[in-house]
């Protein structure tokens, strides 16, 4: 029973990776963009885990808490380079 959740779950996951794309290429502004960034990042380690879970290891687990952590730095990022123009001041 566990393999037909995992399986509509990646399934969901894949498709909402495909609508962020969507608005990743066609957003009307450049916070739209942002936004869509950030989701296929929560998105990404929603795919790790799941696959942890299927392969029933914690190595995924890992890997997606610095994939987490490197994505809400570089959304950070990059919405003080919009605000501001630049990163480092």
């Not at 989701?39 to 808490?65: D, H, K, P, W």
């Amino acid at each position: 029973m566990i393999e037909y959740a995992l399986n509509f779950a990646f399934v969901c996951a894949g498709l909402s990776l495909l609508i962020n794309l969507w608005r990743l290429s066609f957003g009307p502004t450049i916070a739209d963009r942002i936004l869509a960034v950030d989701t296929m990042a929560i998105n990404g380690i929603a795919l790790l885990v799941l696959y942890g879970i299927g392969r029933a290891t914690s190595m995924y687990f890992e890997a997606a808490l610095l994939f987490a952590m490197v994505g809400f730095v570089s959304t950070v990022a990059y919405c003080k380079f919009v605000l501001r123009g630049d990163i480092i001041e």
